[in-house]
């Protein structure tokens, strides 16, 4: 499946996913719609579907815009009850997309936001603000152990699952990382591989499902290490408890 970046305001990524056979693309989250027009216009492309993620307008400001110029299709969370969407997505639905040569299945992933959904298929994982590399989002709507479920259930996808998220946050998010566990190696690794990409200006995504559990601290809010700078930073004994660890590092990581 080939997956292009779009650029859009000062970090976002516009996923644009395009069918084999022919000049048919799908899109997520199209926050602009004037990245999406000029690479359609430019690849004389044809724009079929939109996918959203969540509500937030720079996930969704360009999508009536693009409905109006194209007449594609455009599936959303239903607990966003968004007038322009064609079809409302709940846990368990299958999106099929690009004259069926892909399906999606929807997961529910409320925390970033409540309504806040994520796509996954053919090894993929279109996760919005919900899982970022090496971070999560803010936790605007949700608690934590609404934002932890919702992080366990990507964590259990397969290892190889690429996670394309929707923002270029992951030189930050690293450095928080490592402020959390000094001593994990996976992080320093990154930390290098992820500044020569950006060196060089290419996106640092995406990552894996796999490399996440290694170097991303709201995955790894059961490991020992993880707890440990929790219940320091909560001025307590060391606790055990993930929802409390996740809770206490998203508090940190927001102060950070």
């Known amino acids: 499946m080939k997956v292009i970046p779009l650029e859009a305001f000062n970090d976002n990524y516009i996923w644009v996913i395009h069918s084999s056979d022919t000049n ?16 359609i216009e430019q690849h004389n492309l044809s724009l079929e579907t939109i996918l959203i993620t969540h509500h937030h307008n720079d996930h969704i400001g360009g999508v009536q815009t693009l409905k109006n110029r194209y007449q594609c299709q455009v599936f959303a969370p239903k607990r966003d009850n968004q007038p322009f969407s064609d079809q409302d997505l709940v846990e368990g639905d299958t999106v099929s997309v690009l004259s069926g040569e892909y399906q999606f299945e929807v997961i529910e992933v409320p925390g ?22 090496a971070g999560c989002g803010r936790m ?22 690429k996670v394309y ?15 959390v566990e000094p001593e994990n190696d996976a992080i320093k690794k990154e930390v290098e591989h992820s500044q020569s990409l950006r060196d060089k200006d290419k996106p640092t995504l995406p990552s894996t499902i796999g490399q996440e ?44």
């Open 165 to 179: 998220c929707a923002h270029e946050y992951t030189l930050a998010n690293l450095k928080f990382a490592l402020s």
């Open 24 to 39: 048919a693309v799908t899109v997520v989250d199209p926050g602009d719609a004037n990245p999406v027009i000029d690479y």
């Open 112 to 133: 970033h936001t409540l309504g806040h959904i994520a796509f996954y298929g053919h090894d993929s994982l279109f996760c919005g603000d919900t899982l970022f590399k």
């Open 213 to 256: 559990l290694e170097f991303n601290p709201f995955l790894r809010c059961h490991q020992d290490s993880v707890q440990q700078t929790a219940s320091k930073a909560a001025k307590t004994k060391t606790f055990s408890d993930p929802v409390r660890t996740f809770a206490t590092i998203r508090q940190l990581k927001d102060n950070f």
């Open 140 to 161: 605007f709507e949700g608690t934590p152990p609404v934002f932890l479920e919702s992080l366990q259930k990507l964590a259990g996808l397969p290892h190889k699952t």
